[in-house]
């Protein structure tokens, strides 16, 4: 579906064109007046107008920023993994954002969030309106930021994606293929959504506010069937070889064990094209054993 809004084509800043962000705007540059923010230009999508700014320094934002956007998508990684990294990503960077951007004719900010927010260790499902409770201080700086957008005072949705694979991100599949996995069984519940139904989801719902549609506060995104971390890497098993998983192999992963709902996103007319893990890790194994 083709972005209209009159007779001009929409603003749209993203604010981070790393992986997801640049798939982004990179597809949303056909049909719309498309601006990315990062640090280095030349890694910006050639289709995208750049941005180039660091947006932990104002002066520079004040430089790089649009005129008045329509749309922005927020959609940072921490440039180091600890708790200074996530602050200055998710709660220091938007904070920059807002104050240098004119959002005058603003009709949505999207928060790129994650499923860390949630605490949930005992198979439960959970949804939007689910308790959240951080276990780490990541999941504790990404919630931070979720209430800044939201408490903006601008019409603010926050996406919560579950873990994100795909042919640029095989990290999981790599460590199945190297035994480095000996998960308990039954193992913890896990949740994930493919790159490629990633970018979709965000294109959606950007569509969706551009033509006016009524959008909640958050959106869970995850695909339709959280699975056992001890089924997936058996399943992974059975399609190719791999090695013996190792004694001292991991046996769980950090993110609790609770089973993502998505059916608020199902109900905007959202299609995912890999709705579970079956049909996203299949065009993958293929692609490794046509390697050999």
């Known amino acids: ?3 209209t809004t009159g007779p001009s084509r929409p603003r749209i800043l993203v604010a981070g064109c790393g992986a997801l962000g640049g798939e982004v705007a ?3 540059a056909s049909s719309a007046e498309v601006w990315g923010i990062r640090r280095t230009a030349s890694a910006i999508p050639s289709e995208v107008n750049p941005a180039p700014a660091d947006l932990l320094d104002r002066s520079s934002l004040a430089r790089a920023v649009p005129a008045a956007p329509d749309i922005i998508l927020y959609c940072l990684t921490p440039s180091s993994y600890d708790d200074t990294g996530y602050r200055q990503a998710y709660v220091t960077g938007l904070t920059n954002l807002l104050a240098e951007t004119d959002t005058s004719r603003l009709q949505r900010l999207f928060f790129i969030s994650s499923t860390s927010v949630y605490g949930q260790d ?4 959970v949804d939007e309106s689910s308790p959240m409770g951080p276990r780490r201080f990541s999941g504790e700086r990404v919630l931070e930021g979720e209430r800044l957008a939201i408490g903006s005072g601008l019409p603010a949705t926050v996406i919560r994606f579950s873990g994100i694979y795909g042919p640029g991100r095989g990290r999981f599949l790599e460590s199945v293929v190297e035994g480095e996995l000996n ?3 039954p193992g913890p519940y896990t949740n994930r959504i493919h790159e490629e139904d990633a970018a979709a989801v965000c294109i959606h719902l950007i569509q969706l506010a ?5 959008l909640k506060d958050c959106y869970l995104a995850s695909d339709c069937e959280p699975a ?6 058996a399943w992974i098993r059975n399609q190719l070889p791999c090695q013996p998983p190792r004694p001292d192999g991991r046996t769980g992963g950090r993110g609790g064990s609770k089973r993502c709902n998505n059916q608020r996103l199902l109900d905007t007319g959202f299609e995912f094209r890999y709705p579970d893990f079956r049909t996203g890790y299949r065009p993958m194994i293929e692609e490794l054993k046509s390697k050999g």
């Open 228 to 233: 056992r971390l001890d089924e997936v890497v």
């Open 122 to 125: 005992d198979d439960s499902e």
């Open 210 to 214: 551009l033509t006016g549609t009524l």
């Open 183 to 185: 998960p308990a069984s």
């Open 26 to 28: 990179r597809r949303l």
């Open 1 to 3: 579906m083709a972005i």
